[in-house]
């Protein structure tokens, strides 16, 4: 373990304790709250720096009370989370475009178009993602715990002439995947001027790392990192954490039609969605219409035209 030092700013000196806190906590718990307190006293002198240093000490003292305090440790763990997510939020998503890919149905197009649907971490189609949602062995034994949180993923928009990639859209494992077998939509968003109205929400980039630290906290472990499997994916999410909801409780933003900037239609899309689109464009004029098929040279490739008659 490291040793404090007088010459530190008080920030160090938190981040030693919680550093030793993590050290000894499997094998001392006591000692790991101790040092827990040391680093939250420390913190607490420059909150607005160490938000997410906290939200990691929070975590801790939920983590150390689950047998013993449920309502405590559920109180801890709100804390981290709401903690987490405002030392995290940033505004690096202006800069971007972003895809979404999505299952449609006739009943559900208009919303799906006018807002976003965010899910509960349970609703992962990956269960190596949010394993602290699903593994008990992982922390949090009480899945409601995380009834207030919603999530949202989409893929950045990149220049793929400057690093050879396959275009986002063009991909058939993800249309198969996320697009309901090619007859959903992928939609390319435009999020320089979205704002989120709820304190508790951001949109950040996703770590990719080799090994599942629990110990980065609900949010640093379960919702911003993901195996390093996932790197090609280079995901981004929209995180909103409201302890109103309810587990099944479905949870969307509201967008203005000028953030969709293309839409592409996939390659078995009904003629009742491709008609409804068009319905859409007309009155969204600013938004390019492309249908996705196989490529004249390669089935094996998926292309994309500009529906010029839209």
């Known amino acids: 373990m490291k040793e404090l030092n007088w010459n530190n700013e008080d920030f160090e000196n938190g981040e030693i304790c919680l550093s030793n806190a993590i050290e000894v906590f499997r094998a001392n718990k006591k000692l790991a709250g101790d040092w827990t307190d040391k680093a939250i006293s420390y913190f607490a002198n420059d909150e607005e720096k160490s938000l997410c240093n906290l939200a990691h000490c929070y975590y801790i003292k939920g983590l150390l009370l689950v047998d013993k305090d449920k309502k405590q440790s559920s109180l801890y763990f709100t804390e981290s989370i709401k903690k987490h997510i405002l030392g995290s939020r940033e505004n690096l998503y202006r800069t971007h475009k972003f895809y979404k890919f ?153 967008i203005n039609p000028l953030m969709i900037t293309k839409i592409y239609l996939g390659y078995k899309c009904s003629k009742q969605i491709e008609l409804n689109i068009l319905k859409f464009k007309n009155m969204n004029p600013h938004i390019d219409i492309y249908k996705i098929r196989p490529s004249e040279d390669n089935f094996y490739r998926l292309s994309s035209n500009i529906c010029s008659n839209f």
């Open 102 to 254: 999505v299952g449609v149905k006739i009943d559900n197009l208009e919303s799906i178009l006018n807002r976003i649907r965010l899910i509960h971490p349970s609703g992962f189609n990956d269960p190596m993602d949010c394993p602290i949602a699903r593994d008990l062995n992982n922390g949090i034994p009480n899945i409601d715990l995380f009834k207030g949180l919603r999530v949202g993923c989409f893929g950045v928009v990149e220049n793929t002439a400057l690093n050879n990639k396959k275009e986002y859209y063009l991909d058939a494992s993800k249309w198969s995947y996320y697009g309901d077998s090619h007859k959903g939509l992928c939609i390319e968003y435009d999020f320089s001027e979205l704002e989120f109205c709820h304190q508790y929400a951001l949109m950040k980039k996703i770590k990719y790392e080799e090994q599942y630290n629990p110990m980065q906290g609900i949010v640093g472990s379960g919702l911003l990192t993901k195996s390093i499997d996932y790197e090609h994916e280079n995901e981004w999410r929209i995180i909103w954490y409201d302890d109103s909801l309810t587990t099944n409780e479905q949870k969307f933003i509201n």
